[in-house]
C-alpha cells in the first residue's frame, strides 16, 4: 500500500513538473515569436516611412534649382498668380500637404493654399527654426504643429541661392496623420501599436491618439522651457503618460495600464527620430491554458501505456529468465562439444597418419639401410686408411640421415594442433611440401606425379600448417582414388587472375559417383567402404572457407576427378576475425 501510494506522489510530482516546464517554455516561444514580429514591423515601418520622407525631402531641394522659382524669390519676376500655381501642382502630384516660399525676412511671398481660406500668404514664420537654419545653410527636417492648420506636420526647407547668397528659404510640409491613417501601409496588425519619439522625448505620430504630443518620459523643468521657447507645439504642453519599463529574458517589456507589450525601436534614417513598435502580449498567460491542456492528455496516456507495458513486463520476466538460463546451457553444451570435435580432429589426423605409415616406413627404411650398408663401407675404408673414399661415404650418411630427419620432421608438423594464422605464402613451396609428406602413399599406390612447376612469385594468403593439410588430404585422396586405374597420374594446374589464384588437382581415377556430389562435402560422409571417417572433405572446405576461398570438385571430361581449390593473393578484409576464429583440423575421407 505504502508502495503503491509512493507511486502516486511520484506520478502528480512529475507531472506538475511537465506542467510548470510546458508553461514557460510555451509562454518563452510566444514572447519570443511576439518579439520577432515586432522587430519584422519596426523594420518595415521605418522602410516605407525613410522612403516616403526621402521623396518629399528631395522636392524642395529640386525646387531651389528651378530658374522660375530664383527668378521670383529674387523679385526679377512678380507673376504670384503662376508661382503659386506652380507650387500648387506640385503639391497635388507629390502628396505634400503645403508648399510655400519664404523671403529673407521670413514673410510667406508664396504658397500651394493661396486660394484656401487658411492661405499662409501674407504670415511670418522667421521663428521657426526650419527658416533660420534652412537660411544659415542647413537641409532641414522639423516637427512642428501648425500655426494656422493646427495639424502636426514635418517640415523640410532648404535656402534658394543666387550668386552664391542666399535670398529665401523654399518649405514642404508633410502632414504625418498620412501615416498614422494608411495601416495596411504600415503593416501593424491587431494587437500592436507604434510610436514616432522625437528627440526630446515627445511623440510626434502614433496610432493611438492619446499619445500623440505627450511623452513617455517625465520631462524636467529645462526641457519643458527648451519646448516653451521653440514652440514647436505652440501652446501645447506635453503630458506624461505613466508606465513601466523594464526587460526580461533580454527582451524589452512595456507595461501601459493593464496592458503588457514586448517593443522594438529603430531611429529614422531621414528624420532626428526613433519608430517604437509595441506587440501585445497580455494573453500570454492564457494563452498557454490549451498547452497545458494537452500536456496532461499526453502525459495521462504515456502513463497508462507505461503502466499497461509494465504489466506485461512483469509476465515476461520468468520467461526471460528461462530463455537465459537455456542460453547459458546451450553455450556451456556448445563450448563441450567444440572440445569433442577438436579431439575428433585431431583423432582423424593421427588416423591419416597411420594409414599413410606402411609407406612412410618404408620411405624410412631405404635410407636407414644405406645408411648401414654406407658404415661398413666405410669402416673398411678407414682400416685401409683410404681417407678420400672414406670422406665421401661420410657425406652420403649425411645427407641420408638428413632426408629422415626431414621425413619425420614433416609428419610431426603435420601432426601438431595449430591456430589460425593467415600470411602470405609462396604456393609452389606449400604444394612441395604436401608432396614430400604424401611421397609415401604416392609411391605405394604406383602414381605417377607431374611435377607442378609455379613461379615462385605467385603467393596465396593461408595459413600454412592448415593449408598443407588440405592439399596432403586431396593428394592422399586422389592417390588411393587411382587404386585399379590403368593410367595412375596425378598433376597440377594453375591459374592467376588479377586478386585470386585457382589451383586444380587433377587424377587419373574412376571419378566421383554422381549420387554423391550432393553429400561430398557433409561430415561423416565418405565414399571409401571400409575405411574413412569422412570428415577429411568437410574439414578442407571449411578452412578454405575460413581463407576467403572455395573447393569445389567435378569430374574431368577424359576421365577422373579434379578438385579446384580458389583462394586470395590480397590479403583479406576480415583477416582480422579469421586470426581469432579457431578451425577445425585437415582430415583424411
Given amino acids: 500500500m505504502f508502495s503503491f501510494s509512493k507511486k502516486i506522489i511520484t506520478i502528480c510530482i512529475l507531472l506538475i513538473l511537465i506542467l510548470v516546464s510546458t508553461f514557460w517554455i510555451g509562454r518563452a516561444h510566444d514572447v519570443e515569436q511576439a518579439t520577432y514580429q515586432a522587430k519584422r514591423q519596426v523594420t518595415q515601418l521605418n522602410h516605407y516611412i525613410d522612403t516616403e520622407l526621402a521623396r518629399f525631402s528631395a522636392i524642395p531641394q529640386l525646387l531651389t534649382y528651378n530658374e522660375l522659382m530664383i527668378n521670383f524669390v529674387s523679385g526679377e519676376q512678380q507673376h504670384y498668380s503662376v508661382i503659386n500655381n506652380y507650387l500648387a501642382d506640385i503639391q497635388q502630384a507629390s502628396g505634400a500637404s503645403d508648399i510655400f516660399i519664404l523671403n529673407t525676412q521670413g514673410a510667406v511671398t508664396a504658397s500651394s493654399n493661396w486660394q484656401a481660406d487658411y492661405t499662409f500668404l501674407g504670415s511670418n514664420f522667421a521663428f521657426r527654426p526650419y527658416f533660420k537654419r534652412a537660411f544659415a545653410g542647413e537641409k532641414v527636417a522639423y516637427f512642428a504643429l501648425g500655426m494656422r492648420s493646427k495639424e502636426r506636420g514635418i517640415y523640410f526647407s532648404q535656402a534658394v541661392y543666387k550668386d552664391n547668397k542666399a535670398?529665401?528659404?523654399?518649405?514642404?510640409?508633410?502632414?504625418?496623420?498620412?501615416?498614422?491613417?494608411?495601416?495596411?501601409?504600415?503593416?501593424?496588425?491587431?494587437?500592436?501599436?507604434?510610436?514616432?519619439?522625437?528627440?526630446?522625448?515627445?511623440?510626434?505620430?502614433?496610432?493611438?491618439?492619446?499619445?500623440?504630443?505627450?511623452?513617455?518620459?517625465?520631462?524636467?523643468?529645462?526641457?519643458?522651457?527648451?519646448?516653451?521657447?521653440?514652440?514647436?507645439?505652440?501652446?501645447?504642453?506635453?503630458?506624461?503618460?505613466?508606465?513601466?519599463?523594464?526587460?526580461?529574458?533580454?527582451?524589452?517589456?512595456?507595461?501601459?495600464?493593464?496592458?503588457?507589450?514586448?517593443?522594438?525601436?529603430?531611429?529614422?534614417?531621414?528624420?532626428?527620430?526613433?519608430?517604437?513598435?509595441?506587440?501585445?502580449?497580455?494573453?500570454?498567460?492564457?494563452?498557454?491554458?490549451?498547452?497545458?491542456?494537452?500536456?496532461?492528455?499526453?502525459?495521462?496516456?504515456?502513463?497508462?501505456?507505461?503502466?499497461?507495458?509494465?504489466?506485461?513486463?512483469?509476465?515476461?520476466?520468468?520467461?526471460?529468465?528461462?530463455?537465459?538460463?537455456?542460453?547459458?546451457?546451450?553455450?556451456?553444451?556448445?563450448?563441450?562439444?567444440?572440445?569433442?570435435?577438436?579431439?575428433?580432429?585431431?583423432?582423424?589426423?593421427?588416423?591419416?597418419?597411420?594409414?599413410?605409415?606402411?609407406?612412410?616406413?618404408?620411405?624410412?627404411?631405404?635410407?636407414?639401410?644405406?645408411?648401414?650398408?654406407?658404415?661398413?663401407?666405410?669402416?673398411?675404408?678407414?682400416?685401409?686408411?683410404?681417407?678420400?673414399?672414406?670422406?665421401?661415404?661420410?657425406?652420403?650418411?649425411?645427407?641420408?640421415?638428413?632426408?629422415?630427419?626431414?621425413?619425420?620432421?614433416?609428419?610431426?608438423?603435420?601432426?601438431?594442433?595449430?591456430?589460425?594464422?593467415?600470411?602470405?605464402?609462396?604456393?609452389?613451396?606449400?604444394?612441395?611440401?604436401?608432396?614430400?609428406?604424401?611421397?609415401?602413399?604416392?609411391?605405394?599406390?604406383?602414381?605417377?606425379?607431374?611435377?607442378?612447376?609455379?613461379?615462385?612469385?605467385?603467393?596465396?594468403?593461408?595459413?600454412?600448417?592448415?593449408?598443407?593439410?588440405?592439399?596432403?588430404?586431396?593428394?592422399?585422396?586422389?592417390?588411393?582414388?587411382?587404386?585399379?586405374?590403368?593410367?595412375?597420374?596425378?598433376?597440377?594446374?594453375?591459374?592467376?587472375?588479377?586478386?585470386?589464384?585457382k589451383l586444380s588437382i587433377l587424377d587419373t581415377g574412376a571419378g566421383i559417383e554422381q549420387h554423391a556430389f550432393g553429400n561430398l562435402f557433409e561430415p561423416f560422409y565418405s565414399t571409401k567402404s571400409s575405411n574413412g571417417l569422412g570428415l577429411g572433405l568437410s574439414i578442407s572446405k571449411q578452412i578454405i572457407d575460413s581463407f576467403n576461398g572455395c573447393l569445389s570438385a567435378h569430374n574431368r571430361l577424359e576421365g577422373g576427378a579434379e578438385f579446384i581449390i580458389s583462394l586470395s593473393s590480397k590479403e583479406p578484409s576480415n583477416q582480422a576475425n579469421i586470426e581469432n576464429t579457431p578451425t577445425q583440423e585437415n582430415q583424411n575421407d
Wanted: with cysteine.
Fill in 167 to 501: 535670398i529665401g528659404v523654399v518649405v514642404l510640409k508633410v502632414n504625418v496623420s498620412k501615416f498614422e491613417n494608411d495601416r495596411e501601409l504600415l503593416n501593424t496588425s491587431k494587437g500592436s501599436h507604434f510610436y514616432l519619439q522625437l528627440a526630446d522625448e515627445v511623440i510626434a505620430m502614433s496610432d493611438i491618439e492619446g499619445w500623440r504630443l505627450n511623452s513617455f518620459t517625465e520631462l524636467g523643468i529645462e526641457a519643458r522651457r527648451d519646448i516653451k521657447l521653440r514652440r514647436a507645439y505652440l501652446d501645447h504642453q506635453p503630458q506624461y503618460i505613466k508606465q513601466l519599463q523594464f526587460t526580461s529574458e533580454n527582451i524589452p517589456h512595456f507595461k501601459i495600464d493593464k496592458a503588457l507589450y514586448v517593443t522594438s525601436s529603430m531611429p529614422l534614417r531621414y528624420f532626428n527620430a526613433t519608430m517604437n513598435l509595441l506587440v501585445d502580449v497580455s494573453k500570454v498567460n492564457s494563452a498557454q491554458v490549451p498547452r497545458l491542456f494537452w500536456a496532461f492528455i499526453i502525459y495521462t496516456l504515456l502513463i497508462i501505456i507505461g503502466y499497461s507495458l509494465l504489466t506485461r513486463f512483469a509476465g515476461y520476466k520468468k520467461l526471460l529468465y528461462s530463455r537465459h538460463s537455456l542460453e547459458l546451457e546451450v553455450v556451456e553444451r556448445t563450448q563441450a562439444l567444440e572440445k569433442v570435435q577438436t579431439a575428433l580432429v585431431q583423432s582423424a589426423k593421427l588416423a591419416t597418419i597411420g594409414q599413410l605409415s606402411a609407406g612412410i616406413n618404408h620411405e624410412i627404411n631405404q635410407p636407414l639401410s644405406a645408411i648401414n650398408t654406407y658404415l661398413a663401407s666405410a669402416k673398411r675404408l678407414l682400416a685401409k686408411g683410404n681417407v678420400t673414399a672414406l670422406n665421401e661415404s661420410l657425406i652420403v650418411i649425411e645427407g641420408l640421415v638428413e632426408r629422415v630427419h626431414q621425413i619425420v620432421g614433416q609428419l610431426k608438423h603435420f601432426s601438431k594442433p595449430s591456430d589460425m594464422q593467415l600470411r602470405p605464402y609462396p604456393l609452389a613451396g606449400l604444394v612441395n611440401n604436401a608432396l614430400m609428406i604424401s611421397s609415401a602413399q604416392l609411391k605405394q599406390d604406383n602414381v605417377q606425379v607431374e611435377s607442378p612447376k609455379f613461379d615462385e612469385t605467385v603467393v596465396v594468403w593461408v595459413d600454412a600448417l592448415k593449408f598443407e593439410q588440405v592439399l596432403v588430404n586431396l593428394i592422399t585422396n586422389a592417390s588411393q582414388a587411382m587404386n585399379g586405374a590403368i593410367v595412375r597420374n596425378l598433376s597440377f594446374h594453375l591459374e592467376c587472375f588479377e586478386e585470386r589464384v
